[in-house]
């Protein structure tokens, strides 16, 4: 169909290209962390549809997928779409919200979602651009830009959680973007990390493989907030594949590049694009 926001200047077409800087920015922002309901916050977005919306005014600059990986964190879930809609909004994007959920019977394998979501979110759009989110941290500043710079960028750099302190430079954990071809030159995350740990530190190793660097911005303004939960057990074995994956012919041979899932549910709910997955299975 024909774009929004077209206009016919001297019988040229021209579109109306949201502005650099999204307008009405206000810089720290509050998070309602009370437990409203799916109807409360349903009700709210009338604007949002299929996990996604886009200026009404202007053509976005940008097409993002946000990535949340996901298991039992339910209250979690709302109070983050709530927060983020509201967000995303006002930053004038397009963009779509996408909740990968594994198997219950699958230990959980934080990098491998991402994976997944990655590859289901561009069957649906051309994104330029992903940011892979974990579902307890809101961002506490609208400056924070959800966008995809022409470096890999790290952007939960200050958590409340860890006193607003980066625990470590390489860290690439929390909230981090990558544009479309970036992420596909360093073949995605590693399927192989299970439980908790290591997939992140995997990830920064393989942009380091490939001569990208790690950019962040202002820790004022790249400030989150993390609701509180109950920490795993950290996966004792994580070190030994974080070795062997520091290798570049092993990072081509485990990543977007030896996928093998299987979508049990894919539901375009108000809120967010829901998929269920679990680890190959024959048909
Ligand atoms: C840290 C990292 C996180 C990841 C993890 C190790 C930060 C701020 N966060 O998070 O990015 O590298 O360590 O794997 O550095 N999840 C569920 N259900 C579960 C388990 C995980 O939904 O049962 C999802 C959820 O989106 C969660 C994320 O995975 O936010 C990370 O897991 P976590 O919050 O339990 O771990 P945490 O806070 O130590
Ligand atoms: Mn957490």
Same mark, same amino acid.
């Given at each position: ?18 502005? &650099?800087?999204?307008?009405? +920015? ?22 949002v549809s299929n996990g996604s919306h886009h200026p009404e005014n202007c053509s976005a600059r940008h097409k993002v997928a946000i990535l949340v ?6 209250? =979690?879930?709302?109070?983050? +779409? ?7 909004? !006002?930053?004038? &994007? ?8 594994? %198997?219950?019977?699958?230990? *959980?394998?934080?990098?491998? &979602? ?7 979110? $561009?069957? %649906? ?6 940011? *892979? @989110?974990?579902?307890? /941290? ?6 924070? /830009?959800?966008?995809?710079? %022409? ?13 607003? !302190?980066?625990?470590? #430079? ?11 071809? =970036? ?8 399927? /192989? ?6 997939? #992140?530190?995997d990830l920064f190793n393989r942009i380091v493989s490939n001569k990208m660097i790690i950019t962040r911005i202002l820790s004022n303004i790249a400030?989150? $907030?993390?609701?509180? @939960? ?8 994580r070190y030994e594949v974080l070795t062997t994956g520091k290798n570049e012919s092993t990072q081509n041979k485990d990543g977007l590049s030896n ?14 694009? =829901? ?9």
């Amino acid at each position: 169909g024909k774009p929004r926001a077209m206009y016919e200047q001297n019988g040229n077409i021209s579109v109306n290209i949201c502005p &650099l800087i999204p307008q009405g +920015l206000v810089g720290k922002i509050n998070v309602e962390k009370s437990n409203t309901d799916w109807l409360k916050i349903e009700s709210k977005y009338t604007m949002v549809s299929n996990g996604s919306h886009h200026p009404e005014n202007c053509s976005a600059r940008h097409k993002v997928a946000i990535l949340v990986p996901f298991r039992d964190r339910e209250s =979690h879930l709302r109070i983050f +779409l709530n927060h983020m809609h509201a967000f995303l909004m !006002k930053q004038q &994007l397009e963009y779509a919200i996408y909740v990968v959920e594994l %198997d219950k019977d699958i230990p *959980f394998n934080r990098g491998f &979602l991402f994976n997944v979501g990655f590859m289901e979110a $561009t069957k %649906d759009k051309e994104f330029g651009c992903f940011v *892979f @989110h974990d579902v307890d /941290l809101l961002p506490l500043n609208d400056q924070n /830009l959800y966008q995809c710079p %022409d470096q890999p960028r790290h952007m939960s750099v200050a958590i409340d959680k860890y006193k607003f !302190k980066l625990l470590y #430079d390489e860290n690439f954990g929390g909230v981090s973007s990558m544009s479309k071809d =970036h992420f596909k030159t360093i073949n995605g995350y590693s399927n /192989l990390f299970f439980g908790w740990g290591g997939e #992140d530190d995997d990830l920064f190793n393989r942009i380091v493989s490939n001569k990208m660097i790690i950019t962040r911005i202002l820790s004022n303004i790249a400030s989150y $907030t993390m609701l509180p @939960h109950i920490h795993a057990s950290e996966n004792p074995l994580r070190y030994e594949v974080l070795t062997t994956g520091k290798n570049e012919s092993t990072q081509n041979k485990d990543g977007l590049s030896n996928l093998k899932y299987h979508v049990t549910e894919k539901i375009y709910r108000k809120l967010f694009v =829901h998929i269920k997955v679990t680890i190959n299975k024959a048909d």
